[in-house]
């Protein structure tokens, strides 16, 4: 696990406070994300782990801007100070088009299937004069060689469903840098691949980190995964922030009990599977709004306010956890 040094007065690139996103729906309305506050500091990556439905996604979708239509966000989400929740659609394009970037899980989804790969890459970079064909075409096949496409001045021209699900993901990492973005937001960008792929996938995002800075906000429900090259990791359930931290600190001294509970869930090759703990219960519904902690039907320290009465974030040290509880390290 790496940790890279901060002091407390780096200035965040990004700065989230008290997001709340909420969905219009028949049924009503739905908190998808409530009261999530964190930073993304220059060159680091964070990692947002939570299983489906935690928020991670919508979190990053609000501070795109990409939100469904029926989806609301409230709070503050501040780019360099400056806050971008409610800007008018072409700023938020403007934004997504130079400084944050976005990779999704299924790259088939952002790739046009009938253009080559070579006319899709080189397109933004020749808008409005920016480079010619030849300087376009030579920058796409670098950035192509630099997430590893071997024998990419040949493979550029060709469509996208002739590459495999992991070179297809290493295809769109290499186009969302082609723009030099400060922010990539990488969500759930290897589950659709197999084990060693995924790896594969997120190492590039380590190399990518340290080769030209880019912070990186790494969205994922595996926690495993995320050890090797994440700097701080989130842990999110039910829209909340359960705990923050450096990830060497958290994974070492988990301090919420969820935290502990999705540890003991990582597979490890000095535990047999069966001794494999899963999390009893679910998760809470999501149209129903939980006054106090959410995790309180799952967990097994619960005391008595924990239903009613909403544990506030403490901590020190930028390792923060929202419990009752104060857990011995
Ligand atoms: Fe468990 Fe209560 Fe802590 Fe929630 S606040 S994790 S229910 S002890």
């Not at 295809?171 to 594969?200: C, F, G, K, N, W």
Request: hydrophobic share 40%.
């Amino acid at each position: 696990m790496r940790s890279t040094p901060r002091t407390d007065t780096e200035q965040a690139l990004l700065s989230i406070r008290d997001l709340s996103v909420t969905f219009d729906t028949p049924g009503g309305p739905i908190r998808a994300v409530d009261g999530v506050s964190l930073d993304v500091h220059p060159g680091e990556v964070l990692a947002v782990v939570g299983e489906s439905g935690s928020g991670k996604s919508q979190t990053a979708l609000a501070v795109t801007g990409l939100l469904a239509a029926n989806g609301a966000a409230e709070g503050s989400i501040q780019w360099h100070r400056s806050e971008i929740l409610g800007l008018p659609e072409h700023r938020l394009a403007r934004l997504r088009a130079d400084e944050i970037a976005m990779v999704f899980q299924n790259p088939m989804t952002s790739l046009n299937p009938y253009l080559r790969v070579s006319v899709q890459m080189m397109e933004g970079m020749m808008l409005n004069g920016r480079m010619t064909r030849p300087e376009a075409r030579a920058a796409s096949i670098e950035m192509l060689e630099s997430v590893q496409i071997a024998d990419a001045a040949s493979r550029i021209d060709r469509y996208p469903h002739e590459f495999s699900g992991g070179m297809l993901q290493r295809i769109m990492i290499a186009m969302s840098l082609l723009r030099r973005p400060r922010l990539l937001i990488a969500d759930e960008p290897t589950t659709a691949l197999d084990v060693t792929v995924q790896m594969q996938i997120v190492r590039l995002l380590g190399e990518v980190r340290r080769k030209s800075g880019t912070a990186i906000m790494l969205i994922t429900h595996d926690l495993g995964l995320v050890a090797s090259i994440s700097d701080r990791i989130a842990i999110m359930y039910s829209g909340r922030i359960m705990e923050i931290g450096h990830t060497e600190e958290v994974f070492s001294r988990p301090r919420h009990p969820y935290t502990r509970a999705l540890l003991e869930a990582v597979p490890r090759l000095d535990r047999d599977e069966a001794e494999l703990q899963g999390i009893a219960g679910e998760p809470p519904d999501p149209e129903v709004r939980i006054p106090g902690c959410p995790f309180h039907t799952r967990c097994a320290h619960r005391l008595s306010q924990c239903a009613d009465i909403r544990p506030p974030m403490d901590g020190a040290d930028g390792h923060f956890h929202a419990c009752h509880l104060s857990l011995a390290p």
